[in-house]
Each structure stands twice: as structure tokens, then as C-alpha cells.
Nanobody
Framework: QVQLVESGGGSVQAGGSLRLSCAAS????????MGWFRQAPGKEREFVAA????????YYADSVKGRFTISRDNSKNTVYLQMNSLKPEDTAVYYC????????????????WGQGTQVTVSS
């Protein structure tokens, strides 16, 4: 069982930066792949980034590649999403998720979810 709590969301102007954190409970955090997803009003939840449990291989959606960076600190049971050069279209509720097995870019590949944190980017 893994419980996830996101933090770090807020409101920024376009071009700004935010760093999201996701703190996980449970002793087996290091054995889970971690992902970030987002959901804008009226849209489906979409993949943003993921990081594998073993050697930290990272995956990104094309829309955020080069602007966002996912990382993890297994000693702190925390995964991060550094978001730079933010755009209004990045506005959404951001969720972190934990899953096992192969790293997935679809939500069905994750077993545990946080409650989400709002990110709002104004133009």
C-alpha cells in the first residue's frame, strides 16, 4: 500500500517555474515506478512524465519535453516535477501516481494516486 501527497502547486505567469513534490508513505516506495499526470477542465487525464524504479529512466510527453524534469529521491520517498517555461496550456490539476512492472504512459498502469495539486499559468 502506498499513499501519495502532492504539494507545490500554485499560480504563476507564463514563462515562470514551479516545482511539484509528491511524498509517498510505505517502505516499498523505491520499488515503484512513479508518474505525473494532469487533467485540465473538460479534458481527459493525460500523461506528463514518469521515472522507473530501478535506475531512474525518465519518460516525457512531447508537450513538456525540454521544459519539465522528473526526478526521485528514494531516501526521502519523494518524487519531483520541475516545471520551467510554463505555458497557459499547462494549467491543470497535477497528480502523481505509483505503479509496478513496466513503466506505463497510460493511467491504467498505475495503482496508487495522490489527491492532486492545482497549477494555474496566466498569460
Amino acid at each position: 500500500q502506498v499513499q501519495l501527497v502532492e504539494s507545490g502547486g500554485g499560480s504563476v505567469q507564463a514563462g515562470g517555474s514551479l516545482r511539484l513534490s509528491c511524498a509517498a508513505s510505505g517502505r516499498t516506495f523505491s520499488s515503484y515506478n512513479m508518474g505525473w499526470f494532469r487533467q485540465a477542465p473538460g479534458k481527459e487525464r493525460e500523461f506528463v512524465a514518469a521515472i522507473s524504479w530501478k535506475i531512474g529512466i525518465t519518460y516525457y510527453a512531447d508537450s513538456v519535453k525540454g521544459r519539465f524534469t522528473i526526478s526521485r529521491d528514494n531516501s526521502k520517498n519523494t518524487v519531483y516535477l520541475q516545471m520551467n517555461s510554463l505555458k497557459p496550456e499547462d494549467t491543470a490539476v497535477y497528480y502523481c501516481a505509483a505503479g509496478q512492472g513496466w513503466v506505463r504512459v497510460n493511467a491504467s498502469g498505475y495503482d496508487y494516486w495522490g489527491q492532486g495539486t492545482q497549477v494555474t499559468v496566466s498569460s
